[in-house]
């Protein structure tokens, strides 16, 4: 009925006639479309005929009110009612087994599908990543690449909310079968799906449902004294500095290649490295020990810019060759540091502290404990710029 509104329906009584009892009947409710007049002998069966007319008038009521409601989806009361129908027999059995109703049903289907719109292609959603994180260290951005490019034929196509676990899993294991590569793998998909859930682009991270990679402690590489006397030794002037630094306060190979004099006070017995030149982004400062003091005084006396040299690699290989190595391995001045700091030391906090290392301290003492004995250690610390002259190991005083 138009705007909704109920008859109005009255029984009036029209006088001494044959049939009084007269009802008023509205072309909406008229089976001939027109305004109709009816009369009734006793008021009883007026009244019940108005109240059958109102029962007429709710249902037109209820249906036009429908009809409205589903006309901007284009469809029809007949439509609805056989849509609703059928979800009832077919569906309603299984969601009641689950606590749900059919409302819920939608909901949740809506829900989804409103996510699935906002979420992104995994090539697609990994190129946006690694521009959002274009200031990272080129090794960082390397490892982006590597997986990126290894992981992307695997998931062309897919949006990153419908990756599983599992598939990420069976990719990763497929192309990165070893523990350390695997690791790798996972820590960079870990955090390109964090990034992802700030955007939208997923609603949880399917590598926290993988069981970590546990790497067996592995025995570190470290350098004898011999060695690290052969290799101060003969190593050439401008290449010393990149060793003493590396030996005697264990700054990663990367961060001693961004590494100047500035950084170096040899007034306050300090190497500041400011945020801008290491790994973690986070500034330290190493102290400069005895026996490193006595080579700064000689090597390191008005020096300026930085501390590797130019065409740094060729010399390199040159000189660790030229010392007796047959090979380099990248970390084994770190190594070397810290097993000889907490033979001599032993003092985890401050080892920590010292190589800007984020694990726990009880990383660092599994891997570094009993490497060296207080004996060794002592002599590494002992091993002064008198070396280079008489090929003998010296005691600092």
């Not at 284009?74 to 849509?83: K, M, Q, Y």
């Amino acid at each position: 009925m138009a705007g909704g509104r109920r008859p109005n329906l009255e029984v009036i009584f029209m006088g001494d006639r044959k049939k009084p009892w007269l009802v008023n009947v509205p072309a909406s409710l008229s089976e001939t479309g027109r305004r109709k007049r009816e009369f009734f002998v006793s008021k009883r069966i007026a009244e019940a005929r108005t109240r059958e007319l109102t029962k007429i008038s709710l249902r037109e009521t209820s249906r036009s009110d429908l009809t409205d409601l589903l006309e901007p989806f284009g469809v029809s009361l007949w439509e609805a009612v056989t849509f609703f129908v059928t979800l009832q027999s077919e569906h309603l059995p299984a969601l009641t087994k689950h606590g749900a109703t059919i409302e819920e049903a939608i909901r949740y289907y809506l829900e989804h599908a409103r996510e699935r719109a906002a979420s992104r292609e995994f090539c697609e959603a990994f190129k946006e990543f690694k521009a959002a994180k274009s200031n990272r260290r080129e090794r960082t951005k390397h490892d982006y690449n590597h997986v990126e490019g290894k992981l992307s034929p695997h998931f062309r196509g897919k949006l990153l909310r419908d990756i599983t676990a599992k598939d990420l899993e069976a990719a990763i294991n497929k192309e990165c079968p070893g523990e350390f590569g695997r690791r790798k793998f996972m820590a960079v998909l870990k955090t390109l799906y964090n990034w992802s859930i700030r955007r939208d682009y997923a609603s949880q991270n399917p590598i926290l449902k993988l069981d970590p990679v546990e790497l067996r402690p592995s025995e570190k590489p470290i350098l004898t004294n011999q060695q690290v006397k052969d290799l101060l030794s003969k190593c050439t002037d401008e290449l010393l500095p990149y060793y003493l630094f590396g030996l005697f306060c264990g700054v990663r190979p990367k961060e001693l290649q961004r590494l100047e004099w500035t950084h170096v006070n040899l007034e306050e017995r300090h190497i500041y490295l400011p945020g801008s030149i290491t790994k973690t982004w986070e500034h330290r400062y190493i102290d400069i020990s005895d026996n490193l003091m006595r080579w700064l005084k000689i090597y390191g006396k008005d020096k300026t810019g930085p501390i590797c040299p130019p065409n740094f690699a060729p010399k390199h290989r040159t000189c660790y060759k030229k010392a007796g190595f047959t090979e380099w391995r990248q970390d084994v001045m770190r190594h070397t540091f810290a097993s000889n700091h907490l033979a001599h030391h032993g003092k985890l906090d401050d080892l920590l502290q010292a190589m800007g290392h984020r694990s726990s301290p009880q990383t660092l003492w599994r891997y570094y404990h009993n490497a060296r004995t207080k004996k060794d250690a002592a002599i590494f610390w002992g091993i002064t710029p008198e070396c280079r002259n008489t090929g003998a190991l010296e005691i600092a005083a």
